[in-house]
Structure formats: structure tokens, C-alpha cells
């Protein structure tokens, strides 16, 4: 975003001289946005194409294909960009911080890998899925047994920013685009939350169903709120400097002089 003003001796003066950390807040919300928007649907088409895995269980369980370092460099980046965001709120501040450690750990401590975790594009045999189950699991990967917190603390600490922290700035008048934009928060937060009942649903009746869809709901519907509060949709209006509005000002109390001399004029 890079708004055009007019400042002295008629000038221009960018929103970039005026706000630099306002420029560079959205350009971070926005990456923070596009990285959990991307990296599901990157992780599914590629281990599909390549590895000709058809599906998973857990966008987790990606980390045992040949997309690892793209799902463990996705959640390290966005996990550093979350770790390092700079909020308005104290409490808001330690929030980001701690879910952009869990962030972190998701893909630093992966999942244990279990029988139907995995579902080949062709159908195995069940020795030749036994072999692979074996093979996944003394492979080489990082400590097990700690992945599942990480991931319920961060999905509980992105459901209260994208649901809360991220309306508690509104100012006493908001603008008719920061209204739009708190809603669409509210409803990601909503779909965040349907998103866990239905996980929640999958485990009571089981706990071996897949719950890629799901967490695919959750997470997408928190990379829409990420790209919203960047405002790369829903964007506010720039404000005028103080000086054009002034001469703008002045313009309009002399309009009606100018109409009588012109009047005046033409007769």
C-alpha cells in the first residue's frame, strides 16, 4: 500500500514517510496470511504428483512425505513472523509470541506415525502398508510425543486472536471498512471453532478418521483472517494531510465568490 498525498510545496508524501510501521505490519499479516493460506494446499498436490500419496489423515502427516521441509519451513517461517509481530495490546503481544513458538514446535515435533496415516494413490497390499508404517517410523525425524500440544495450544491461541485480539483496537468511530473487517473475523473465528467441534466429533466416534478437512477449515480460515487484518482486501481509505484538507477547505468558502464573478462575467 503505497498512498499518494500531497505535502508542502506541493509535494508528494507517501504513507511510507507518514507510517512506516503501519506499511510494514500489513506487508508481515499478510505473509503470516499467505503462508498458512498456501501451505495445505502446497503439501497436498505436490506429495500427490510426486510421491503419489492420495491423501493423509492430518496435514501433520505430511511431514513423513517428501514435502517435509516445505511443511516444517512453512511453520518456521510463520511460526518467526508470528514469534516477532508487534501488537498494540501487552497481553496480545505474549499471545503472538506464544503461538508463533507453537507454530514452530508443530513442525520441529512431528506426529507419531500410525497405520492409515498415509493412503497411497494406488492401493497397497497390506504387507507392502506395513512395510512403508516401518519404514516412517525408524526413519529419521524429530522427538515424538510432544506434537499434539503444540498444535492444540496453537490453535487455541490463533481462535483468540482471530476472534478477539484482533477487533480489541477498534476505535469509538471505525471506519465502514474496519466494521467489514471485524466481521470477517468473527465469522473465521466462527468457522475456526466449527472446524474444532468437527475434529472434536471425529475423535469421539473414534479417533482414526481423517481430520485433514478440518484442520484445512481451521487453518484457512485463519490464513483469511491474517490477509484481512493486512487489509489486502477491505482496505482503508487514505487519510488527507492536513494541509491539502485545509486548502481544500479554503476553496469551497471562496466557490460561491468565484460562481458570482463568473456570473458577472458571461452577462
Not at 508404517?133 to 506434537?147: C, E, R, V
Request: charged share 15%.
Amino acid at each position: 500500500m503505497n498512498v499518494k498525498a500531497f505535502g508542502k510545496a506541493g509535494g508528494i508524501m507517501t504513507a511510507s514517510t507518514r507510517h512506516p510501521l503501519l506499511i510494514s505490519d500489513h506487508a508481515l499479516q499478510q505473509t503470516v496470511g499467505w503462508i498458512a493460506l498456501l501451505m495445505p494446499v502446497t503439501v497436498r498436490v505436490f506429495a500427490l504428483a510426486f510421491d503419489h500419496i492420495w491423501t493423509t489423515n492430518s496435514i501433520s502427516a505430511y511431514y513423513y512425505t517428501s514435502l517435509r521441509d516445505v511443511f516444517v519451513g512453512s511453520l518456521a517461517v510463520g511460526g518467526l513472523v508470528l514469534a516477532f509481530f508487534r501488537t498494540g495490546h501487552p497481553r496480545d503481544r505474549w499471545v503472538t509470541i506464544s503461538a508463533g513458538v507453537s507454530a514452530i514446535g508443530i513442525g520441529l515435533f512431528p506426529m507419531g506415525i500410525i497405520p492409515s496415516a498415509i493412503t497411497p494413490q494406488q492401493a497397497a497390499t497390506p504387507d507392502a502398508e506395513a512395510r512403508l508404517i516401518d519404514a516412517l517410523q525408524h526413519g529419521p525425524h524429530g522427538p515424538l510425543g510432544y506434537h499434539f500440544y503444540f498444535v492444540g495450544a496453537f490453535f487455541l491461541l490463533a481462535f483468540y486472536l482471530v476472534t478477539f485480539g484482533f477487533r480489541v483496537n477498534t476505535p469509538a468511530n471505525p471506519t465502514p471498512q474496519k466494521r467489514r473487517r471485524n466481521w470477517v473475523y468473527v465469522i473465521c473465528g466462527c468457522l475456526m471453532g466449527f472446524a474444532f467441534g468437527w475434529i472434536a466429533m471425529l475423535w469421539l466416534l473414534g479417533g482414526e478418521a481423517s481430520i485433514f478437512w478440518p484442520e484445512t477449515l481451521a487453518v484457512m480460515s485463519f490464513a483469511g483472517a491474517w490477509l484481512v487484518k493486512g487489509q489486502l482486501v477491505l482496505k482503508d481509505q487514505p487519510s488527507r494531510s492536513p494541509e491539502l484538507h485545509g486548502r481544500q477547505g479554503k476553496f469551497r468558502r471562496r466557490w460561491p465568490a468565484i460562481r458570482r464573478y463568473r456570473a458577472l462575467h458571461r452577462q
